[in-house]
């Protein structure tokens, strides 16, 4: 299994990393929740645009990106501008998509940027080889709000992932019964033994929060938490899940 280094964060190493969204509207609690997650409450911050409300506006997204860095530091974040139908904010076509992130990629400031899987090949792997220029790396993610699919299904998907060219690959997946969620920790598991690149993966909403501190048993490389607003349903409080995290891990 390859690992990825973002700054001072091996992802892949063993350890389940924690990260956390910032989620504010305005840039003034986008930077706000960014200084609150310096203090040593989680190892990566993931940026999500699509909440930010001048999402539209790559020239804004840049000069804030420029902010978080400075703000944070040497801890890493992710560029995530998740569209309406991976359960986001931002309503573009999967043009307009594309062009922000290009964009932003060319002058903005994020150690890791989350291309959707939904946006067909083509388009994933030109984004895939703008971050790649600028040296930045590649989480391919994939979201079913609706369902689990079957296990043979979600180990495509993560495979899928690895073929077009992720330097990390994340699957979020709705059950509807304990078995969805064991069938997403046995995907996972599988797809840890035959892939050569780090997983992130998950069972979504109370059903599924176990799935989130398990990676020990799925090979899932890190686990969401929230601090204030959650970004997806089932997130634990990032100060609860390092608790979780430091008691499994140690």
Not at 229 to 235: I, R
Request: proline content about 3%; aromatic content about 6%.
């Amino acid at each position: 299994m390859k690992t990825v280094r973002l700054r001072n964060v091996e992802l892949g190493d063993g350890d389940s990393k924690i990260i956390v969204p910032i989620t504010g509207a305005t840039e003034e609690k986008i930077i706000a929740q960014a200084k609150e997650l310096n203090q040593g409450i989680c190892d990566l911050a993931e940026w999500r645009v699509d909440l930010f409300e001048k999402h539209h506006a790559v020239s804004e997204i840049v000069r804030v990106s420029k902010k978080l860095r400075d703000v944070l530091g040497d801890m890493p974040f992710i560029f995530t501008i998740r569209t309406k139908e991976d359960g986001g904010k931002f309503e573009g076509t999967n043009e307009e998509y594309a062009e922000t992130v290009s964009k932003f990629l060319l002058e903005g400031e994020c150690d890791a940027c989350d291309i959707e899987l939904a946006k067909g090949k083509p388009l994933v792997q030109s984004l895939l080889g703008d971050a790649k220029s600028h040296g930045v790396k590649t989480i391919v993610s994939s979201h079913s709000f609706d369902k689990t699919p079957t296990v043979d299904k979600m180990i495509s998907i993560l495979g899928e992932m690895q073929s077009c060219g992720a330097d990390i690959a994340k699957l979020a997946v709705m059950p509807k019964s304990i078995q969805d969620v064991l069938n997403l920790m046995l995907a996972s598991a599988k797809a840890f033994e035959n892939l050569n690149i780090p997983l992130i993966t998950m069972s979504m909403g109370k059903l599924g929060a176990f799935s989130r501190v398990a990676g020990l048993l799925t090979g899932s490389c890190a686990t969401f938490g929230s601090y204030g607003q959650e970004s997806a349903p089932g997130q634990y409080d990032c100060r609860d899940l390092k608790k979780i995290m430091e008691m499994l891990y140690e």
